[in-house]
């Protein structure tokens, strides 16, 4: 494990390198082609001073941000027992050094992500939509595809490449929307320095400028993009080997794949590969947008897990991922270590045929109870849901016409 822990950070450390010459080089240019000659100097100063800024602002409260820009609202374990207890389980099992905070997200698509700076600081929230469609086993494949996210250190790394990322597209959107709106007001910057000789050099240095603008942002989202998915791939390895039940994210990633809720509401670009599957809904995708795609394609994973019959070890799972995907193996070479992690059956709980109207209606219980609604039981049986906002301080049953007093909070 430690070995694999150290491939990535490496594989992280020069992936973070790659973007941050990609951002210098395009405040250089930038520079260069607004200042003339002398400009490339203070281009990089200003991308620098850029990303120091949002640096210090995502390690400061970065994954608060994030939360709360996905509407993630903590949960005790009374409102949610089940899902406090299969955390607790995958953070046992993961050795992770503390508990990480539960949040639920209440929207119907299916779907989760991890974030915080370190496993001593770490979150994982839920969608509401998840809770309704997954079993015990499945939940528990994708908190620990989750807690392996943690334990690899990949939220840092997200949260880092996602502030590297933004910097390269905020520097290119003001350069070109202040080209845009300097050519339409006819104000364009003019230099008579060095003579006509000059002032085509000039021109050349800002043309060229532009073309990295435009070409800087797609460079960095291909990197940015290209170590997400095969980060997927090591935490559906630490899933299996954790669970030491690869069926069980499979499934829930099959139901996830399979399901017709709308889109993810808070879901964007920078955010994106932080979730388990790709929140964006698409249509059948050509083989040119696999490049683009923040996650590897969901019927790829699903296959590798249900390949894995000999085992849940790194490497049954690379033998798979080898066997599947005719390429070479994701997992680092040092974490290939032969270890018998044998498989397990479905848990008794998990094979139980539960109706799905039943799951959707206590997961909106769920939500109502995290919303802070009040559940007041009559004595002819029916369950009042009093929403926070009702001000009287009694309610009247409409079936039996009983007066209830509504606890105060």
Not at 157 to 174: D, E, H
Not at 301 to 320: E, P, Q
Request: net charge positive.
């Amino acid at each position: 494990m430690w070995e694999l822990i150290r491939a990535n950070k490496r594989n992280s450390i020069l992936l973070l390198l790659a973007m941050a010459v990609c951002l210098l080089l395009l405040g250089f240019v930038i520079g260069l082609g607004v200042f003339g000659t002398e400009g490339g100097f203070f281009g990089i100063i200003i991308a620098t001073v850029i990303w120091l800024i949002l640096t210090a602002v995502s390690f400061s409260s970065g994954d608060q941000i994030f939360l709360a820009a996905s509407k993630a609202k903590p949960v005790t374990h009374e409102v949610h027992p089940q899902l406090f207890n299969v955390v607790e389980e995958m953070k046992i099992a993961a050795a992770l050094p503390a508990m990480p905070k539960i949040y639920i997200i209440n929207d119907p698509a299916p779907n989760a992500f991890a974030t915080g700076r370190n496993p001593e600081t770490a979150s994982v929230a839920v969608t509401a939509g998840l809770l309704a469609r997954l079993n015990r086993d499945e939940l528990q494949g994708v908190i620990a595809h989750e807690a392996s996210h943690i334990l690899h250190r990949d939220i840092l790394f997200v949260t880092l490449a996602g502030i590297m990322l933004g910097s390269i597209v905020l520097i290119s959107q003001v350069f070109l929307r202040g080209m845009f709106y300097s050519s339409m007001g006819g104000s364009g910057r003019r230099t008579s320095s060095g003579g006509k000789g000059g002032g085509q050099a000039q021109l050349v240095m800002l043309v060229i400028a532009i073309i990295a603008a435009i070409l800087a942002p797609l460079m960095a989202y291909l990197l940015y993009f290209a170590l997400s998915r095969r980060r997927e791939y090591l935490a559906d390895a630490g899933a299996a080997r954790l669970t030491r039940y690869p069926e069980g994210l499979a499934n829930a990633l099959e139901k996830i794949a399979n399901d017709p809720s709308p889109q993810l509401a808070s879901a964007n670009k920078v955010t994106a590969p932080m979730y388990i599957v790709n929140p964006f809904k698409k249509k059948k995708q050509m083989k040119l947008s696999d490049l683009t795609s923040t996650h590897p394609p969901i019927s790829e994973r699903i296959r590798i897990l249900r390949n894995m019959t000999h085992g849940a070890s790194f490497k049954d799972y690379s033998d798979s991922f080898v066997a599947v995907t005719n390429t070479k193996t994701v997992v680092p070479l040092t974490a290939l270590t032969k270890e018998d992690i044998a498989l397990r059956e479905a848990s008794a709980e998990a094979r139980k045929k539960e109706r799905l109207e039943t799951q959707m209606r206590q997961v909106g219980d769920i939500m109502r109870r995290v919303n802070q609604f009040v559940f007041l039981t009559c004595l002819c049986g029916l369950k009042l849901k009093i929403p926070p906002n009702y001000k009287p301080d009694k309610v009247n049953c409409p079936r039996c016409k009983r007066t209830l007093d509504i606890p105060k909070k």
